[in-house]
């Protein structure tokens, strides 16, 4: 049999990491409906026309699905599909099939796979898990969803071992206005260029500028409005005394000025206004973040998302929205050498056996105690306690029962639990005994 071969860019976790992921997804689950969005799923598949021209970049690294025996037949009739390269584009999708049975605005979570073909990397996959969530109306989209997202990012963070973080923030009609004021005629083209600012640096920056066909002072210019950073709307001085005028750029700068100073009345401190951040995408329209691990800029983002206007509509409505991604996987790749969970299964009891014969009796046990919820298994066999004990141990069980039985004797011996840590071994009620609660269930913290 050949030797089985990873692919690069699949991340695939063991056990422990898994319930190290999982915590994490029930944390972003749980705070997104404290937070009143409503959870949908979409299909993994649209149809290329559908995913082309959105992404910007992305349109290379999409993936196509065929089915094999469809490969190389004439004039095959079936849809040619792709499968999503981010969750955005299809939930436009979603919203404008059942635009008829949504009430607007329409607040959702989406925690999904989804797929790049680009070359693997540091914390970049070709297959990765994102959580989103949107919320989209019919017509207009009140500012005031722009500041409520990065708040609720704040306090999924908050729950979670991240450690302190950075919304960096921007509105693209400031870029967009300024590029256009310096005379620039490929905006997205500038956009994509600078947003690599970050990667490669100003110097790198400023040469592709040029090689895309800018002058040394536009160039210049560009970088000048990349620089641009406060924790409140005083950039909006700084950008005026570069000396470019036009009226998008004076449309972006009054946004987001709004945007940091309504963030700095419910959140000081948590925006910061970051010019550079231009967002690769192209269907971005207003307000865009992105979330820096502070200590860890060099990774880039890990959350990133914002405001599009045009992405949804079915020619009579428009549907604007704002968003903001979490790169679960990305995030997760860097997190997880500092974390640990405490056990690497759900189980937190494991049932002994005696002899073969006593299985039916100890599923019992196991039935009993999960229904209290307590999570339990039966022994693999009946070898000696000593080795059943070490069974658990090497899976991170921290408990074994020992079922009742009649002694050598005659006397009725009682149900006994041993938490195998600390060797304390006593008499237990199957009907009463709980574990501690830290014990329960696999728990996560940082490696010491």
């Not at 056990?15 to 409906?33: G, K, N, S």
């Not at 700084?238 to 946004?255: C, F, I, K, Y």
């Not at 693999?380 to 002694?407: E, H, L, N, T, Y």
């Not at 071994?425 to 199957?430: H, K, M, R, S, T």
């Amino acid at each position: 049999m050949a030797k089985v071969a990873p692919l690069s860019g699949f991340p695939e976790w063991l056990p422990a990491e898994r319930i190290v992921e999982q915590h994490f997804l029930d944390v972003i689950r749980r705070t997104f409906e404290l937070h009143g969005f409503a959870n949908i799923e979409t299909r993994a598949v649209e149809p290329t026309e559908r995913l082309l021209g959105k992404g910007g970049d992305t349109d290379k690294e999409i993936y196509g699905v065929t089915r094999l025996a469809a490969r190389g037949a004439p004039e095959s009739a079936e849809a040619d599909l792709g499968l999503h390269f981010d969750l955005t584009v299809p939930f436009a999708r979603y919203t404008l099939e059942h635009a008829g049975k949504l009430t607007f605005p329409f607040r959702r979570y989406q925690i999904q796979k989804v797929w790049r073909g680009e070359r693997p990397q540091d914390g970049r996959f070709r297959e990765f898990t994102q959580a989103d969530i949107d919320i989209i109306d019919a017509g207009e989209l009140p500012f005031h969803y722009e500041v409520e997202l990065p708040l609720v990012l704040a306090d999924v963070f908050a729950e979670l071992p991240v450690g302190p973080f950075r919304i960096q923030v921007n509105n693209r009609r400031i870029p967009e206005g300024f590029y256009r004021g310096l005379g620039l005629k490929d905006v997205n083209g500038t956009l994509r260029i600078v947003d690599k600012l970050d990667k490669v640096g100003p110097d790198a920056v400023a040469g592709m500028l040029e090689e895309a066909g800018c002058s040394a002072s536009q160039a210049r210019a560009c970088l000048a409005l990349a620089q641009v950073s406060a924790t409140d709307s005083s950039f909006v001085d700084r950008v005026n005394a570069l000396g470019v005028s036009d009226p998008v750029l004076e449309e972006g700068l009054t946004q987001l000025a709004a945007v940091m100073d309504a963030a700095g009345e419910h959140a000081p401190g948590l925006l910061v206004a970051d010019l550079k951040v231009a967002r690769g995408l192209d269907y971005y329209t207003g307000t865009v973040y992105e979330t820096q691990l502070v200590g860890h800029e060099s990774y880039g983002s890990v959350c990133s998302g914002g405001r599009y206007d045009a992405l949804a509509s079915d020619g009579k409505t428009t549907y604007p929205g704002v968003g903001i991604s979490i790169g679960v996987s990305r995030l997760l790749a860097r997190l997880m050498p500092g974390l640990q969970a405490s056990r690497a299964t759900p189980t937190a009891v494991l049932v002994s056996l005696a002899a073969d014969t006593d299985r039916t009796a100890a599923m019992r046990v196991a039935a009993a105690l999960r229904a209290r919820g307590i999570p339990a298994e039966v022994a693999p066999s009946a070898a000696k306690f000593g080795k059943q004990i070490r069974f658990a141990d090497r899976r991170g069980i921290p408990f074994v029962w020992f079922p009742g039985r009649v002694g050598p004797d005659g006397d009725v011996l009682a149900d006994q639990v041993k938490d195998i840590r600390t060797g304390e071994q006593v008499a237990a009620d199957l009907d009463a005994w709980c574990p501690p609660d830290a014990d329960r269930w696999p728990t996560v913290r940082t490696r010491e």
